[in-house]
């Protein structure tokens, strides 16, 4: 099947490699990438996935993990810091891995690890949570922070030499069938044609294919509140020591991202521009830095995701199909859960196969409550309480949340919320994240968790499995 994508970047180049390796040689594989685009670089955080995607994990190739932490100035992710995002005013730790009984369906381990050591110290309750707490096993990669421009790049040298076709243009038009509505050609500045049989939008906020097929915006800005961005960078201090996590600092107006890679930092403040400006936003990261920083130009979003995520033989895929905002990295994570999805289950050989509405109405309905609860995850996190600025006030009057977090935060007041509850899908957050978010935002109490072991009389049975955990936890290290 003839297969174009239009965009490179991170997304166009990530979809390209995961076709040509996992069903190698079944498809002609065009990428439509201009050479003259705006390149940021500025860092990105990573999930689990994209290691996976870097270590083969997910079809067989032979892969060079080093090399791609090298290429990319990648650090080791375990998880994220999070700073002043509650009104008691302490940080909280959420590491990428749950506990040992996360998969269960009661995680009494969660539970007595709440009970016994509070809201501030849940992180205790995980490996990669030992490991911040104890400082060791710093060198094992878990996830990864990384350039995303540079990624997208180590893939495209992949992709070519696996005969993956590069164009250096735009497409300036579009050629459709007049019955059907399909694309069957693009024709670009340069003057070529390019026809395909499945065409994969890969073109960003400009949406270039997603517009054609008159796929419309819907937005989340009624419960996510960004949407701005100011992007910078930071060199390291002498001896400075490149910290093994990302840290989400709560602002006055939204928050800061610190993204460590190997040769710099990679920041921005994420904020709403209705109650500040670019020029403020620096003043302010500046004072909490007492530094002075060169911002790179600011950047405005919509929060939000196409109406479907595959309309015709038109496909999206990363910001073209959604963008929430950078918290807990859901752009990049999203945007593999995707490409899995849509290549594992629907891409087969010949077109007649691929482009039914069957396949597009089960993708779509799985798309869309993907983004939908990722949506809700990351409303969750503005849930903390803060009212010491007329930002956080707004978030407590308006009540962002939609009606299934504040199920959620209602119910978290008498129980620990379970899988159920939350309704968990492939490509969202696993409950372990969900978990660190709500105890760290004091929405669920050491007291309720405690009532909820001894109710169920698994409070000895959680402490001896906790405690069991720590031994094997001290032998290994």
Known sequence: MKIVIV????AGWLTAYYISSSQPRSHDITVIEPSKIGILGVGESGTGLITGIAKGDFFPRETDFDAFVKYTNASNKMGINFINWNKKGYDFFSPLDGTITTSDVNDIVFKYVLAKYGNEKIHVASKLGMDFETGKNFDQYSALHFDAHKTGQYFKKICLGDGVKCVDSVVSSVKKNLLTRDIEKLVLKN?????????????????????EVGVKWRSFKKHLPMNSALPFFLDYESGEKIEPWTTATAMSSGW???????????????????FITPEQAQ?????????????????????????????????????????????????????????????????????QEVNISENRRSYNKRVAEMYDLTS???????????????????????????????????????????HDEIGLRFGVAAIGLWHWT????????????????????????????????????????
């Open 7 to 10: 965009g490179g970047g991170t």
């Open 191 to 211: 003057g070529e044609k390019v026809e395909g049989d499945l065409f994969i939008d890969c073109s960003g906020f400009r949406r270039v294919l997603m517009k």
């Open 256 to 274: 800061m991202w610190t993204i460590p890679l190997q040769n710099r930092k990679g920041c921005g403040y994420v904020y709403n521009d209705k």
């Open 283 to 351: 003043e302010e990261v500046e004072k909490n830095l007492n530094k002075k920083i060169t911002p790179l130009k600011p950047i405005k979003f919509d929060p939000g995701r196409g109406e479907c995520a595959w309309k015709n033989n038109v496909v999206s895929m990363g910001v073209s199909s959604a963008f929430m905002e950078p918290l807990q990295a859901t752009s990049i994570h999203t945007t593999i859960a995707q490409i899995i999805l849509f290549v594992d289950d629907f891409l087969l050989p010949q077109k």
């Open 376 to 418: 809700d995850f990351v409303s969750l996190h503005y849930q903390g309480g803060r009212t010491d600025t007329k930002f956080w006030r707004w978030i407590r009057d308006k009540k962002i949340v939609s009606k299934h977090v504040q199920d959620i935060i209602e119910r978290s007041k008498y129980k620990v919320v379970g």
């Open 438 to 477: 709500i105890a760290g935002l004091d929405l669920v109490s050491p007291e309720v968790a405690e009532r909820d072991l001894k109710m169920t009389r698994l409070y000895e049975s959680a402490e001896y499995t906790f405690n069991e955990f720590i031994k094997y936890y001290n032998r290994s290290k």
